[in-house]
């Protein structure tokens, strides 16, 4: 079922995008994830969620303008997915290729920080804050000093003794059901994110906007299905012999989802190319009579 945006907490995609882009928000956020102070934060708002028309997930880019011009890439996970370290590689060097097409040479790379907010424990071990970088198997002493760090954060860790209280405050926050994410906290960050998310349920244009954004993840939703009805389709068939051009242009150019999901079926069925074929043609025939 569909939320509408009075429904949202700060774990679902759209209001944690509306909140952290909010410089002040998202400046205060990465303070506390760091423990360290930042002059300055420019969101990249043109490439956060909300504007970013080919958005599949989360992801914000988010620059400090300290001296050391250090870029940050921070993303919502809800449920857990698959390779979450390899995903953050490649969040990784994506960062890395932008500022190095812009003409960056590679001592001039700024720190980068990829951050995870997950809704679960990501490796177990019911910690608040797993943090990455690069440092020697051999000699734990020895640093690569690649400037490169991946911090996970978890709304299950256990270990309150060993992370700032703000921070355990905030992730129970955003673990927090519709009811519970409008208590009292006691804590004057939650606080100025309860106010900022009330202001975007009360906005006109943000209901506008998060309207759009899922009509937009419905079509998404539905050509990734058709694309993977297409390639199980291929495959099936190369199995049978090789498919003819014109129809696997057929194949290629076939939005109708049920069209594709019928072809399946035959292929499944048919025990050679030929005979996919001709059931294919018979059931495009029948279909045209029944619409005349």
Not at 88 to 106: A, C, F, H, P, T
Request: proline fraction near 2%.
């Amino acid at each position: 079922m569909k939320k509408q945006l009075k429904e949202l907490t700060i774990k679902d995609n759209f209001m944690f995008g509306a909140v952290m882009t909010m410089p002040e928000n998202c400046k205060d956020f990465l303070e506390m994830v760091l423990q360290t102070k930042l002059s300055e934060v420019v969101v990249s708002k043109e490439k956060s969620m909300i504007y970013h028309p080919e958005y599949k997930g989360v992801r914000l880019d988010v620059y400090a303008n300290d001296e050391e011009r250090t870029h940050y890439n921070v993303e919502m996970q809800v449920s857990k997915k698959p390779a979450l370290g390899r995903r953050s590689r490649y969040y990784q060097s994506q960062i890395d290729m932008e500022l190095l097409v812009s003409g960056e040479e590679y001592e001039e790379l700024p720190d980068t920080y990829v951050i995870f907010l997950c809704d679960f424990d990501p490796f177990g071990q019911k910690k608040y804050r797993y943090t990455f970088s690069s440092e020697c198997k051999e000699c734990k002493e020895s640093k690569l000093q690649d400037g490169r760090c991946t911090i996970f954060l978890s709304t299950h860790g256990e270990n309150e003794d060993e992370v700032p209280k703000e921070l355990v405050t905030f992730l129970r926050f955003v673990k927090a059901g519709l009811q519970e994410s409008e208590q009292n906290f006691h804590d004057d960050y939650v606080e100025r994110l309860q106010r900022t998310i009330r202001e975007i349920k009360r906005d006109r244009e943000m209901e506008e906007r998060f309207m759009i954004l899922e009509e937009m993840l419905k079509d998404e939703r539905k050509e990734g299905r058709a694309e993977g009805a297409r390639l199980s389709l291929c495959t099936i068939l190369e199995c049978k012999g090789e498919i003819p051009d014109v129809f696997r242009k057929r194949i290629e150019t076939e939005q109708n989802l049920e069209v594709l999901r019928n072809w399946l079926v035959l292929a499944a069925k048919s025990d050679t190319m030929e005979a996919f074929l001709a059931e294919a043609e018979a059931v495009k025939g029948s279909q045209c009579g029944q619409k005349e």
